[in-house]
């Protein structure tokens, strides 16, 4: 299995809304990655889980929260969001942040859109 | 701190053309080198990747890359463009001093005419 799964594909939300995006992989990957992409843009990474602990938040707004219940999943709660957060995105695993370097497995994505 | 610029943000071949798709890097230590291809609203799909070793890597759909380190570039090639390919092209590099984490360049859009 080499699949990183997220849940939901599509999402609208208020700006006063609360709710969370899913990422799920199964491969024994020690680190996990969320980012954030713009449409014709390049990926930009928020946050790196690496062995279940947070170890890089790049300078995200709170109202993003991240967090990683075991070392399968990862989860991103959202809260007050504004129009501007609507993106797509994306989950990544990754054996480790750890030695030699290898490719990072992605999701499908969540497109987010904030109203 | 390492750095990748994909020349050309949009590149158009018609079908059955040679596909050149270019990517520089910049790093201090020896990078590993990646190139995804993301199609519309999905997630990004490794074509190929260059550790250590043999310098022309052969990928995923007949694309393959070469890295130069005198021109410290990793430019992905396929010699005949289908209307299948046309997608979004992303050029990264990592390296452990940054715990791994990919930079990617700002990406390249190929069209395929028919």
């Known amino acids: 299995d080499t699949e990183v799964t997220q849940t939901p594909k599509h999402l609208v939300m208020g700006m006063t809304n609360k709710k969370s995006l899913k990422c799920e992989q199964h491969?024994?990957?020690?680190?996990m990655y969320w980012y954030k992409q713009k449409a014709k843009k390049p990926p930009e990474l928020m946050f790196v889980y690496s062995y279940e602990k947070l170890s890089i938040n790049e300078s995200v707004p709170s109202r993003f929260s991240p967090e990683c219940p075991n070392s399968s999943l990862l989860n991103l709660h959202l809260h007050a969001l504004q129009p501007e957060d609507s993106a797509l995105y994306l989950c990544?695993?990754?054996?480790?942040?750890?030695?030699?370097?290898?490719?990072?497995?992605f999701g499908q994505g969540t497109r987010l859109t904030v109203v | 701190a390492q750095s990748v610029t994909q020349l050309g943000s949009h590149v158009s071949v018609s079908e059955g053309a040679l596909v050149l798709l270019r990517c520089n890097y910049s790093?201090?230590?020896?990078?590993?080198l990646f190139w995804y291809v993301q199609y519309p609203n999905q997630g990004l799909q490794l074509l190929l990747k260059?550790?250590?070793?043999?310098?022309l890597v052969k990928g995923i759909n007949g694309f393959e890359a070469e890295f130069k380190k005198s021109e410290t570039s990793f430019h992905l090639t396929k010699p005949s463009a289908h209307m299948s390919d046309a997608a979004e092209y992303f050029c990264a590099v990592s390296v452990p001093q940054a715990g791994n984490m990919l930079t990617f360049g700002g990406g390249t859009r190929l069209m395929v005419k028919p």
């Open positions: 790093s201090s230590v020896p990078p590993y």
């Open positions: 260059y550790t250590t070793g043999a310098t």
């Open positions: 491969m024994g990957h020690r680190a």
């Open positions: 990544a695993s990754s054996p480790s942040t750890l030695g030699r370097p290898t490719e990072a497995f």
